[in-house]
């Protein structure tokens, strides 16, 4: 086994594309965790008319494996009338995204039970909108206490996404088998994707250890 560097030379355009795919599967995948996780863990201090719905759905999703789900957005759904046809990324992104939503919501919830409960008291007490309660009082609070949890599933998800090349979105380690199967060359660009992740979430994970530790002086 003698590594090549010409492989790595050839292999490198593929990469850049599987880069690209892989970081816009990343970045809608987290936007739309951290909405929806919000979204749920807020709906779980409402009414029992929305708060079991609400349960129900997000165990289900959380208890069921992401690649079921892709392979149900990507090839189920469709089927369904007036369901539109997705795009493999799409698919992947709204999949990551979904999946994750379940998490980041057990990290909200821990975020504003954290919240004393004299804030609260407070709120009702100036009689504050449930809105302005929620968006002046509670959720400032809250985020600074759960900010360095969800940059943590950033990085899962990252790990993640490899998934998503089963419904055709080719992402970095998708794009390294292809390229092996084509050319029989799988040490380079095998090799290439692995430090590929390392170079992505190592740095991440310093910037969320500083970030937790800023938050943490206020």
């Given amino acids: 086994m003698n590594w090549d560097w010409g492989v790595v030379s050839d292999f490198m355009p593929a990469f850049w594309d599987g880069v690209l795919v892989t970081l816009q599967a990343l970045v809608y995948g987290t936007l739309l965790a951290f909405s929806l996780g919000l979204v749920w863990a807020v709906a779980l201090r409402g009414p029992a008319w929305v708060r079991w719905p609400v349960t129900g759905f997000t165990e289900f999703v959380r208890n069921t494996p992401l690649l079921v789900q892709l392979f149900f957005l990507y090839f189920v759904m469709p089927e369904v009338p007036g369901f539109p046809t997705l795009t493999a990324l799409v698919a992947g992104s709204i999949g990551l995204g979904l999946h994750y939503s379940t998490y980041t919501m057990e990290v909200y919830r821990a975020g504003i039970e954290g919240v004393p409960v004299g804030q609260w008291e407070a709120a009702r007490a100036l009689s504050l909108p449930p ?88």
């Fill in 131 to 218: 809105g302005r309660t929620w968006t002046a009082v509670i959720l400032p609070q809250a985020f600074r206490r759960v900010v360095p949890a969800l940059g943590n599933y950033v990085i899962a998800m990252l790990k993640d996404t490899p998934l998503i090349v089963t419904i055709g979105a080719m992402e970095m380690l998708g794009s390294a088998r292809v390229f092996g199967t084509e050319t029989f060359n799988y040490m380079e660009p095998i090799t290439v994707v692995g430090v590929a992740f390392i170079v992505i979430a190592y740095p991440a994970s310093l910037l969320i250890r500083a970030l937790e530790r800023r938050l943490a002086t206020y």
